[in-house]
């Protein structure tokens, strides 16, 4: 299929083609007869409905890659932003499961009621020492 450029429709095809397929900008330019420039110059930004946070316009995302990774664009101010920041998305952040922190293995470990912070120093040192000989029995 040719697409003359001067056909008042060859931007909204471009643009649809481009938005709602997986198929690769060399693809498209050459189903519409176009330069990859020329595809380049007719996309238009894609709508995130949702309004810029620095002057109230509507962001969008600027490619397909943008869209992918989550960023966001404004069109009149030049404001850029990841979408999740903009939208107010928390990111998911693993919580450690309980009794896995270090102090809860120390509290395992230390029945006699010994402080915490003691039996970690103990711990530590034990490490240390621990480096010491190995690294003078290496070099040896």
Do not use: Q
């Not at 979408?83 to 928390?90: F, L, P």
């Amino acid at each position: 299929m040719t697409v003359k450029t001067d056909d008042g429709g060859v931007v909204d095809t471009a643009n649809e083609m481009y938005w709602e397929s997986s198929a690769s900008v060399n693809h498209i330019a050459e189903r519409l007869d176009l330069s990859k420039g020329s595809l380049y110059s007719m996309i238009r930004p894609l709508s995130a409905e949702v309004p810029c946070p620095a002057c109230g316009s509507e962001m969008a995302y600027p490619n397909r890659t943008a869209l992918e990774k989550g960023f966001l664009v404004c069109s009149e101010c030049g404001f850029e932003e990841e979408e999740d920041v903009i939208r107010g998305v928390e990111p998911a952040v693993e919580e450690a499961a309980p009794g896995n922190s270090f102090g809860d293995l120390v509290e395992e470990a230390n029945p006699d009621g010994f402080p915490t912070r003691v039996v970690a120093g103990v711990a530590l040192l034990g490490v240390a020492a621990g480096l010491v000989i190995a690294r003078s029995v290496r070099s040896r």
